[in-house]
């Protein structure tokens, strides 16, 4: 997987390409946990993800987690089907805002 991070003012735009597992998590928890600041909101773009497993999940809530505790925000974006099955069987689709385009994303 490979990912690309881009700060503009208070948003911390993700973009995520590939299959998001285990052997990519655990630099991408620590390339990006390290960004969420005070007031920071994060935007996940999933258009190119493919595919998702648990320890991707992870990565996710762990940011949801932190940029919640700094009062931001955090959508999905482009959720495609194949990852959605995942965040549907787990039930982590009720704890994020997630929306079908990174232009459908409204923050503030």
Not at 38 to 56: Q, R, Y
Not at 102 to 108: H, I, R, S, Y
Request: glycine letters at 12%; a neutral charge; hydrophobic letters at 45%.
């Amino acid at each position: 997987m490979t990912w690309d991070i881009k700060m503009e003012g208070n948003l911390l735009t993700v973009a995520l390409d590939g299959r998001f597992v285990a052997s990519s998590a655990p630099m991408l928890r620590e390339d990006l946990l390290g960004r969420i600041g005070e007031g920071t909101n994060v935007l996940f773009d999933l258009t190119n993800m493919v595919h998702i497993d648990s320890s991707g999940l992870g990565v996710l809530v762990q940011a949801l987690q932190k940029t919640k505790a700094a009062g931001g925000k955090v959508i999905l974006a482009g959720l495609q089907p194949g990852p959605k099955i995942v965040f549907d069987i787990t039930k982590v689709s009720r704890v994020f805002e997630i929306v079908p385009t990174v232009a459908d994303a409204k923050f503030g």
